[in-house]
């Protein structure tokens, strides 16, 4: 009953959405062959969702990347849903359909970085402000987003994001999830230079943008210290930076209608966007 109500909600959300934004226009990240392989036939896609009604003056962006422990892509609510949200507040969402690691941990990365690049490129076309192209991502793709934020924007060919937003993220790389989301990104026994390159505390700089975190107390597949530490990081820093950690809740329940603070995520996710972007 519960999944079949669940079901109903999703239906419903989506079609209000779609009354609100434009239809999603999908793209081949690559043209031809990317410079990196993870040895399967997957392709990089974007997926972009923009609001019905244009604005006179160009618009922030995000570019979003679903969890799924790098073993797969939770493209529904942390893909989907994400991104029809975003366009329903004059925000340009595009998903980012990443490349799964397969242990060949550039793969997803390099996909991120031309999917940004892809963003600017279109800023005109897609009524985009250059300064205002975030990043968001969820549990690996949280990791993903994070890590695109401080250790890729010393790559001059990786665009830096101007914030980020963080769902119950994967952040460090020295300690093994419950979903082993490390173990497909880098394998059983990566390298400790290898650790320390995508573990995005360790890599915050005084170049890293503003972002904010949202986390559960619960959550037992990617404990809650691995947003402390993120947001601990960026605070050394002197980077703007919000943490929340609700008193309830699991993992993956962004967007969820049962949840009960989704709500308030989103409310306080608004604010937040309106205070340091719009």
């Known amino acids: 009953?519960?999944?079949?109500?669940?079901?109903v909600f999703f239906v419903v959300f989506a079609l209000l959405a779609c009354k609100e934004n434009q239809e999603p226009v999908t793209m081949k990240v690559w043209e031809g062959n990317p410079p990196t392989s993870n040895g399967l036939s997957d392709q990089a896609e974007i997926i972009v969702y923009k609001p019905k009604t244009m604005s006179k003056l160009p618009t922030p962006a995000v570019l979003i990347c679903p969890g799924g422990g790098y073993a797969g892509l939770s493209m529904p609510y942390e893909g989907h849903g994400l991104a029809q949200w975003m366009a329903s507040k004059g925000v340009v969402g595009v998903i980012l359909k990443y490349r799964l690691p397969n242990k060949h941990k550039e793969v997803p990365f390099d996909d991120a970085c031309q999917a940004l690049q892809i963003i600017r490129n279109h800023s005109k076309e897609w009524n985009i402000d250059v300064s205002k192209i975030g990043v968001a991502g969820s549990s690996?793709?949280?990791?993903?987003?994070a890590t695109l934020s401080t250790y890729?924007?010393?790559?001059?060919?990786?665009?830096r994001p101007a914030f980020t937003i963080l769902f119950y993220p994967v952040i460090t790389m020295e300690t093994v999830t419950k979903g082993k989301t490390r173990d497909n990104l880098m394998g059983v026994e990566p390298s400790e230079e290898d650790i320390l390159a995508y573990s995005p505390e360790?890599?915050?700089s005084e170049n890293t943008p503003p972002?904010?975190?949202?986390?559960?107390?619960?959550?037992?597949?990617?404990?809650?210290?691995?947003?402390?530490?993120?947001?601990?990081?960026?605070?050394?820093?002197?980077i703007p930076a919000s943490l929340h950690i609700f008193s309830e809740g699991d993992h993956g329940w962004l967007l969820l209608p049962q949840y009960k603070y989704t709500e308030p995520t989103m409310s306080l996710l608004e604010t937040w966007m309106e205070s340091y972007i719009k």
């Open 1 to 7: 009953m519960k999944k079949y109500l669940f079901l």
């Open 140 to 145: 690996a793709g949280g990791h993903l987003a």
């Open 152 to 159: 890729y924007t010393n790559n001059e060919l990786c665009p």
């Open 202 to 204: 360790k890599q915050v």
């Open 211 to 238: 972002a904010i975190i949202f986390t559960a107390d619960g959550d037992g597949s990617v404990p809650p210290l691995h947003s402390v530490m993120y947001y601990r990081a960026l605070k050394e820093k002197n």
